[in-house]
């Protein structure tokens, strides 16, 4: 994978830790229960061991996919995002115009996405929906339930 991934300087911060997290404190862990398995005598019969390689091979696969991540990583400059449409890490207020209901989302990397808290994926949907449009226009966005129209309310950071 060669794509570039766009992320906020808090959301490498967190890509960070968590990289710092499974070398430091996982893969010595992991390390110590192999030796813990290999002294309990003949590995060809040893659940314990081909338990702990198991996950000692997760772990590798996890620390790759992120070190991939963070070296595919550029920082978005916060400072020059524009609120005339709707971009990344915008926030944007929209009124379904079926029910009424109008919702709040902020446009993040895939990375940093939590629907819970009101982040949403650039590539989602919704975000690609609103992409490029102004404050009144009216989207027509295709989900899994349907077409949904939504009204552009507020654009802000």
Known sequence: MSDVLYVTEEGLQRLKEELDRLRGVERPLISKLIADARDKGDL?????????KEAQGMLEMKIARLEDIINRSRIIDETKIDTSTVRILNKVKIRNKSNDTVMEYQLVPESEANFRIGKIAINSPIAQGLIGKKVGETVQITVPSG?????IISISL
Do not use: D, Q
């Open 44 to 52: 060809t019969e040893n659940a314990e061991y081909s338990a702990a």
């Open 147 to 151: 077409i949904i129209p939504f009204e």
